[in-house]
T-cell receptor
Framework: NAGVTQTPKFRVLKTGQSMTLLCAQDMNHEYMYWYRQDPGMGLRLIHYSVGEGTTAKGEVPDGYNVSRLKKQNFLLGLESAAPSQTSVYFC???????????FGPGTRLTVL | GESVGLHLPTLSVQEGDNSIINCAYSNSASDYFIWYKQESGKGPQFIIDIRSNMDKRQGQRVTVLLNKTVKHLSLQIAATQPGDSAVYFCAENMGTGGGNKLTFGTGTQLKVEL
């Protein structure tokens, strides 16, 4: 049982490039979340999903898109990366009927 | 919007002492609170949680206290160990619909001195 995993662990992009971050969970959780973490700030919610095939915007969704085609995977896409998107990205998941979110190890993204 | 905040950005304690990390919240509608520990280069790790119908909950070496009157949450770590060195976050859930979203504080750095 690996819990929540994220790939890649590190990535450097140039402004305007695109990429996709993958989050996978093997706990059969219905809910999945994408956050970004910046120095001096708390985790901020980008997008989330309440189940396969559904997504919703969080606090800071601009510049990001997501997809949840399979229950175990939640993808975060950057279509045209900007330096302001330099951050550490965390994925989390939660089982229906509970409140605790379980986090992955994070992806450190640098946009030059 | 309402937010969750922490009183102290850094807390230094001697090994073996008890640690107390504080958190203020401003949303009286929040019904669930949670503490996470984040070690350098890792993701947040669940420590303990508490619902608004409780004022105290204990785990292994950790205790969370909730004072709804003053909207204050604290995490107590007994006999602090070097492995407790990390950033600690509190978070709240308002309990409304839409994915059970958590609002996070900025974190407190706990440093354990030998």
């Amino acid at each position: 049982n690996a819990g929540v995993t994220q790939t890649p662990k590190f990535r450097v992009l140039k402004t305007g490039q695109s990429m996709t971050l993958l989050c996978a969970q093997d706990m059969n959780h219905e809910y999945m979340y994408w956050y970004r973490q910046d120095p001096g700030m708390g985790l901020r919610l980008i997008h989330y999903s309440v189940g396969e095939g559904t997504t919703a915007k969080g606090e800071v969704p601009d510049g990001y898109n997501v997809s949840r085609l399979k229950k175990q995977n939640f993808l975060l896409g950057l279509e045209s990366a900007a330096p302001s998107q330099t951050s550490v990205y965390f994925c989390a998941s939660r089982r229906t009927g509970t409140d605790t979110q379980y986090f992955g190890p994070g992806t450190r993204l640098t946009v030059l | 919007g309402e937010s969750v905040g922490l009183h102290l950005p850094t807390l230094s304690v001697q090994e073996g002492d008890n640690s107390i990390i504080n958190c203020a919240y401003s949303n009286s509608a929040s019904d669930y609170f949670i503490w996470y520990k984040q070690e350098s280069g890792k993701g947040p790790q669940f420590i303990i949680d508490i619902r608004s119908n409780m004022d105290k909950r204990q785990g292994q070496r950790v205790t969370v206290l909730l004072n709804k009157t003053v909207k204050h949450l604290s995490l107590q770590i007994a006999a602090t160990q070097p492995g407790d060195s990390a950033v600690y976050f509190c978070a709240e859930n308002m309990g409304t619909g839409g994915g059970n979203k958590l609002t996070f504080g900025t974190g407190t750095q706990l440093k354990v001195e030998l």
